[in-house]
């Protein structure tokens, strides 16, 4: 079934202050920058729910969240302010992403927090800034509502472009998905056209130097990051790789130089990806 979902930029940009709700669902959802937290539009009194704080670590450049529960909020996200002023928290988070709900209680959010502090360490997509959870026992009954309130979480977190929870697709190399982009330099990289554009296989190597005109290429400063953040190890991708919003960017990024790769990613037989169905 599909979901009618709406959408109020209050900045008119999907960068500021989105506010959303889910036709037919209990929850409440906030994403607010963290400059903005003392606007009008946060709703007044106490809101109960389960709360992100997105961060980058200083150190490596990796996407971070902070997940945590309060029975208000707003007051708790305050309070993560003032202890990064007073040193007593080290990260700092620029957007918080909440969820409420008029009927969710202090057991509630508490078995959301667990569960989904647990889920996202599974996912290993961000690196998790919790430390501690309860482990909270519910009833049945109480766990399923929990989880369709967590379901519905993931999908919204995934719709405002938070990969926290995504999975890697599951893709069986054969000849008619897997592409190829090699040169003689030793670039050897293998991939496939996924949903969020390109995906580059694990262990797919990339050309040892790059040509100095790629220095100022856009795609070469995407190359450092993911050397930085270790996606790319010793010239070799750690993991797959589904930062590339083109199969341009993957090959430029592979061959160290400007790339076409419609032309550049082939299949088995060598017929360039431009004239593949």
């Not at 029975?71 to 957007?95: C, M, N, P």
């Not at 419609?262 to 431009?274: F, M, Q, R, Y």
Request: aromatic content about 10%.
């Amino acid at each position: 079934m599909g979901k009618q979902i709406v959408l109020y930029l209050a900045d008119s940009t999907i960068d500021g202050i989105v506010d959303i709700e889910v036709i037919n669902w209990a929850g409440k959802v906030l994403k607010i920058p963290r400059n903005e937290l003392e606007n009008d539009f946060w709703p007044s009194g106490a809101q109960a729910g389960v709360y992100f704080l997105m961060s980058i670590d200083e150190q490596t450049g990796e996407d971070a969240v902070y997940i945590g529960e309060s029975t208000d909020v707003k007051k708790r996200l305050k309070q993560h302010i003032a202890d990064y002023s007073r040193g007593k928290e080290r990260f700092y988070w620029h957007t918080a992403v909440v969820f409420v709900g008029r009927q969710l209680n202090k057991s509630h959010i508490q078995y959301m927090e667990n569960v989904l502090k647990q889920q996202a360490q599974i996912s290993n997509n961000y690196q998790v800034l919790t430390k501690a959870t309860a482990s909270v026992k519910t009833d049945a009954g109480t766990r399923d509502s929990c989880n369709q309130f967590i379901a519905e979480i993931k999908m919204l977190l995934g719709l405002l472009k938070y990969k926290i929870y995504d999975e890697p697709q599951s893709v069986q190399v054969n000849q008619s998905n897997m592409l190829f982009c090699k040169d003689s330099k030793g670039a050897e990289a293998n991939g496939y056209v996924s949903a969020n554009g390109f995906t580059v296989v694990r262990g797919s190597k990339v050309s040892p130097d790059v040509v100095s005109s790629f220095v100022t290429h856009p795609y070469y400063a995407l190359r450092r990051k993911l050397e930085e953040s270790g996606i790319i190890e010793n010239g070799v991708f750690t993991k797959d790789c589904d930062e590339f919003k083109a199969p341009s960017a993957a090959s430029s990024v592979v061959l160290g130089r400007s790339s076409n790769g419609n032309t550049d990613w082939k299949n088995v037989a060598g017929i360039p990806l431009k004239d593949l169905k």
